[in-house]
């Protein structure tokens, strides 16, 4: 089997990627630092974080796949990433609640053995309840939203803000499994092969 690298320090990622494929693959935190490209759309903006950390990580390795993701929700024209403090997770969640939205991924698999890099985004549409202010500073108190992008979890406590979704439910926890399957089988790895699990 390839050897395969994930590009990313996110527990949510590395259990997405071994639900995937088991525990056969490497875990290699990008050293990449996100900055903000004035002028350039968000969405291409999320191409461009997934691919540079992919291709950070590649520079420490001979052979194989290298997978790197970027997840943020995407509102009113803005990306909301991960929040800075208690008072800006209050802030993204006052203004998601009881509005639809997307979460979007940049996701990126760079093959290198061949040269050949895949940069796509992914995207799902999440419709949030109305949340009182209340709810939100007690959620906020978990620390869950802390590390989120949008400020929610939505494989945890912040599934009960959730109404409904429509897409890739693993998108919105970082890492697109459907499209991710996809491109791994066609860069040659079988994700049903015995002893993968």
Known sequence: ?????????????????????????????????????????????????????????????????????????????????????SEEAEKMLKLLSGQRFLVITGLTVLDLDSGKEISELKSTTVWMDKISNEQISAYVRTGEPLDKAGAFAVQGKGAAFVEKIEGDFFNVVGLPLFRLGKILQKAGVSIFEEGLS
């Open 1 to 85: 089997m390839r050897q395969i690298i994930l590009a990313s320090a996110s527990p949510r990622r590395k259990e997405l990627l071994k639900q995937l494929i088991g525990d056969n693959f490497l875990v290699y935190a990008s050293s990449y630092e996100e900055s903000p490209c004035p002028g350039m759309h968000p969405k291409e903006l999320l191409l461009k974080h997934s691919a540079e950390k992919a291709r950070d990580v590649a520079k420490h390795f001979n052979s194989g796949l290298v997978i790197s993701a970027d997840t943020s929700v995407f509102f009113n024209g803005e990306l909301l990433g991960k929040p800075k403090s």
